[in-house]
């Protein structure tokens, strides 16, 4: 007698012959972790690659893959260009409070990143995020836009691995300097919550001061946790999502 096993919504039952030949329901547990058993077990499930210094939460799902990096607060040096190429620069030394960086792979090739701020460091993927006040990431509201660090310019990383494209692609951001190219970018938008952050000059002699007043600054929220912006960059990008019914398992086996 063989056994049988049935998915109905959100569970998942191993059935076995009993007596009169009747089925009779042996265990029943919650497809989720039904799933996640098998994904463990599994060959031919795609192993994770090396993850990246500071890595804190990922999301892994299909062929995508989001990683959340965090790095603590800091005095970066960077350089900033008023105009466009050839113009003349200007270095500043600024205080930043945690940054956190979300980048998006697709079959472990880099898509994109989104750059964010904490005033602390992460305890749970439900702790919330708050935009930056970053010349280059944008602040519009658009969930296609919103946060999304501008890496124009930058080289090719199909040669590196995925440890390696997140450190070449965060030190390509600071690297490269900053300018006044995005019209709606989250430096304008944060200089008027905070008089220390309204320039560049007043920035930087806040930090002198203090190299830790960003901890402090009232950061706007960005009305979403870490695993909010995660799924909602797995969304975008047209990521199925978590198989949590019958009906998504359904789908799946259309899409293979």
């Not at 919330?128 to 006040?133: A, I, V």
């Not at 995005?182 to 944060?190: G, L, P, T, V, Y």
């Not at 909010?228 to 799946?252: C, F, Q, S, Y």
Request: with cysteine; charged share 25%; proline share 8%.
């Amino acid at each position: 007698m063989g056994e049988h096993i049935e998915i109905e919504g959100g569970v998942v039952r191993l059935l076995r012959h009993g007596s009169q030949d009747r089925m009779v329901v042996d265990r029943e547990v919650p497809l989720t972790g039904f799933l996640q058993a098998l994904r463990a077990s599994a060959d031919g499930f795609r192993r994770l690659p090396l993850l990246p210094i500071g890595t804190r939460f990922l999301l892994d799902r299909g062929s995508d893959l989001c990683v959340a990096v965090e790095q603590p607060p800091q005095v970066r040096h960077f350089t900033w260009r008023a105009g466009g190429p050839g113009e003349p620069t200007q270095d500043y030394a600024l205080a930043f409070p945690y940054v956190l960086y979300l980048v998006l792979f697709h079959r472990e090739a880099f898509e994109e990143m989104r750059i964010y701020y904490r005033p602390a460091p992460l305890a749970s993927d439900t702790d919330p995020l708050y935009l930056s006040n970053l010349w280059n990431v944008s602040a519009a509201d658009t969930p296609l836009a919103r946060c999304r660090a501008c890496l124009q310019g930058r080289p090719p990383f199909g040669d590196l691995t995925l440890a390696g494209q997140v450190q070449s692609v965060i030190e390509f951001f600071w690297g490269t300097g900053f300018n006044p190219a995005i019209d709606d970018s989250c430096f304008q938008r944060a200089a008027r919550r905070d008089n220390r952050i309204a320039t560049l000059e007043g920035w930087e002699m806040a930090s002198q001061h203090d190299p830790l007043f960003p901890l402090d600054v009232g950061w706007e929220p960005l009305g979403m946790s870490l695993r909010e912006a995660a799924e909602g960059l797995m969304k975008w990008r047209g990521t199925p999502g978590p198989i949590e019914e019958a009906t998504d398992l359904a789908n799946t086996i259309y899409r293979v």
